[in-house]
Every structure is written in C-alpha cells, then in structure tokens.
C-alpha cells in the first residue's frame, strides 16, 4: 500500500476521484510519472467503491478519460520534443530497456503498440511520447488509446471491486490478470494482422489469374510500334 492510495479513503469522494484522475494523468504525460503506482490506486478504488464510498462506473471513466487525454498530451510533447525527449532530465530517469522496448513495439505495430503497452508499466508512459518523436499521425493511435484505456481501467478497478475484502490477493492477482489480457489482445491483433495478409495474396492472386487481360501499352510504346 501507498500513501496516494492509503489517503484515498480518508478524503471526500470528489476529492478521491480527483485523485485517480491525477495519478494516471501524471503517469501518462510525466515520464517521472512512469513509477506512480496506479494498480494499487485503482485496486484500491475498487475495493471503495465495493464499499459503497464510490462509484465504479465513475471511477473506470475517470480513470479512462486520463488515460486518454494523457495520451493525447504525451503525443503532442513527443512531437514538440524530438530526440531530445530521451536525452532530457527526466527523460534520462527511465530505464533505457523501457525505451528499446516501446521504440521495438512502434516499429512492429505502429499504432497498436499504444494498446499494447498501456499493459506494461514504464513502457506504457514512453510508447505514446515516441509515437510523436517518430512523426505518427494522431489519429493512427487515437483508436487504441481509447480501447486500450477502457480495458486497462475496467480491468484493474473491477478486480479490486471483486476483491474488496481481500486487498493483498487482488495486488496479487492484479498483474497476472492483466498480463493475461495483453496476451490476449496481442493475440487478436496478430490475428486479425494475418487475416488480412491472407485476404490479400489472394486478392492479389485472382487479380493475377488466367483470364485476366494484359495491361495496356503507355501511349509512347504505342506510337512506336506503330511507326516500326
């Protein structure tokens, strides 16, 4: 437990939201923020809200709305920074392997590595800063923002309202279960990837095929053979 999530239940309920909305705020644009400990605090709000103190559906949204405006803003200071951003002081605080990892997953998956690295902590901070460095539009990883931000808050405050009376087991569990969900996810991506390289070669294929007409000459080929 920690001194954020240990204060939550002892401030007024406006005053709790706040704090969730905060936290996962700084964590996505800070890259200081990358250490705040947002499973604990939404477990830890879960578990509230199983109580009756708060309310779960206020709790998701207010943590999604942060992910995603976080995101947002962390994107548009990767862009405005460059390769500076890496090199800066608080850039220079986290691990240069969170780093390789987000810089490896927005090669592979572009976009998509913003939904899967909001199940990684540390790297889930950096993905959308390097997605500005590296120039990539906004609206490429607008979409996975926003379901990737939906899955992460319902998944860690639901367990903790699942597990109100057992805070210590669902700080357990927490990871696995969201791990779980990345594989799963990555899973489906992957999927989804291959799916539509298949639908394509045989587009291509049929396109290619025996009854299919020879393309036409350029206009300079044909004056040509006509002359000969």
Not at 152 to 181: D, K
Request: charged content about 15%; glycine content about 10%; proline content about 5%.
């Amino acid at each position: 437990m920690t001194i954020v999530s240990d204060t939550l239940g002892q401030v007024p309920a406006g005053a709790a939201y706040m704090m969730v909305t905060v936290a996962v705020l700084a964590e996505s644009v800070l890259l200081i923020g990358a250490f705040i400990p947002t499973l604990t605090l939404l477990l830890t709000a879960g578990a509230l809200a199983q109580t009756g103190f708060l309310n779960l559906p206020l709790v998701i949204a207010a943590a999604m709305c942060a992910v995603v405006a976080g995101d947002f803003v962390a994107h548009r200071t990767g862009g405005l920074l460059g390769d500076r951003l890496r090199t800066g002081r608080l850039g220079c605080r986290v691990p240069a392997a969170a780093w390789r990892r987000a810089e490896t997953l927005m090669a592979r998956c572009g976009g998509q590595a913003v939904f899967l690295s909001r199940f990684v902590p540390v790297v889930r901070t950096v993905t959308p800063h390097v997605a500005g460095a590296t120039r990539l539009p906004y609206r490429r990883i607008a979409p996975y923002s926003v379901m990737a931000a939906l899955l992460w808050a319902t998944a860690e405050a639901g367990i903790g309202y699942a597990a109100a009376t057992s805070l210590q087991r669902a700080l357990a569990v927490g990871p696995v279960l969201a791990a779980v969900a990345a594989t799963g996810a990555g899973a489906a991506l992957v999927w989804a990837k291959m799916r539509r390289r298949r639908s394509s070669r045989s587009q291509a294929s049929g396109a290619h095929g025996p009854g299919t007409e020879s393309p036409a000459l350029p206009f300079h080929a044909v004056a040509t053979r006509e002359k000969l």
